[in-house]
């Protein structure tokens, strides 16, 4: 079992930056494939990037794509998700989670960080 702690969430304007962290020890981190999700009031969590245990193969969903940008240091046991031109609609606990299933839902991704609220006001 992996274990996920995600850090670097906040209050931030629209049109802003952040960037998040997820740490993970546990199983050999270089051997997982990682995603974010997240998940806003009253609505259900809905997938965010995801990136190969190589870091070369990546993917979003098309409401992030060309604003955030998922990368790793498996060296540092650590994946990342930069996140630029923030807006309202972006604000949402973001989780990080290790991909076992072929598809980018979240029934075929385990090991659940706590989240880390993120807030973008207008």
């Known amino acids: 079992q992996v274990q996920l702690v995600e850090s670097g969430g906040g209050l931030v304007q629209a049109g802003g930056s952040l960037r998040l962290s997820c740490a993970a020890s546990?199983?050999?981190?270089?051997?997982?494939?990682m995603g974010w999700f997240r998940q806003a009031p009253g609505k259900e969590r809905e997938f965010v990037a995801a990136i190969s245990r190589s870091g070369y193969s990546t993917f979003y969903a098309d409401s992030v794509k060309g604003r955030f940008t998922i990368s790793r240091d498996n060296a540092k046991n650590t994946v990342y998700l930069q996140m630029n031109s923030l807006k309202p609609e972006d604000t949402a606990v973001y989780y990080c989670?290790?991909?076992?299933?072929?598809?980018?839902?979240?029934?075929?991704?385990?090991?659940w960080g706590q989240g880390t609220q993120v807030t973008v006001s207008s």
């Open positions: 546990g199983r050999t981190f270089s051997n997982e494939d």
């Open positions: 989670a290790v991909k076992v299933g072929y598809t980018y839902t979240g029934a075929d991704f385990g090991s």
